[in-house]
């Protein structure tokens, strides 16, 4: 019995031997661009799920010119930092705990948005960070 690929072949007259067939070609992975990836470790306060602290996060980043659009939240180990990231072409990334660490210059560290929620006094902190995000972005 003659494959369906053969009989039309042959109903073509065309000689299988010359019939190429191409390879599938492989789904190239082109990381997502965006202004700002933040990341976080495992938190009940998480910023990425919507809720006061995720509101608040976006209400910072708003406050140097970073539309929601732009910005995407992710959680990460330690350990998975680095392949987390991969994911994305990010113009800055903001760590939000001190385990999590990263030697470039558009990388910055600040305490989690459910923290600085918790304590007035880290909102000055926060701030800074936040202005140098923005020179970054310049």
Excluded at 9 to 15: C, E, F, G, S, T
Excluded at 30 to 48: A, K, T
Excluded at 76 to 91: E, F, G, K, V, W
Excluded at 108 to 115: A, C, K, R
């Amino acid at each position: 019995m003659l494959s369906i690929r053969s009989q039309y072949l042959n109903a073509l007259n065309i000689p299988e031997y010359l019939h190429v067939v191409k390879d599938t070609p492989q789904k190239v992975s082109i990381p997502l661009s965006i202004d700002c990836l933040v990341v976080e470790l495992e938190n009940q306060n998480s910023i990425c799920i919507a809720g006061e602290t995720q509101d608040f996060l976006f209400k910072m980043l708003s406050a140097i010119g970073l539309q929601q659009k732009n910005i995407i939240c992710i959680k990460a180990s330690p350990n998975t930092l680095l392949d987390q990231i991969a994911n994305y072409h990010a113009r800055t990334i903001l760590l939000t705990h001190p385990q999590l660490t990263l030697n470039t210059s558009n990388v910055f560290s600040m305490l989690h948005p459910s923290e600085v929620l918790k304590d007035d006094k880290l909102k000055r902190d926060a701030w800074e960070v936040l202005k140098q995000v923005k020179v970054c972005l310049k």
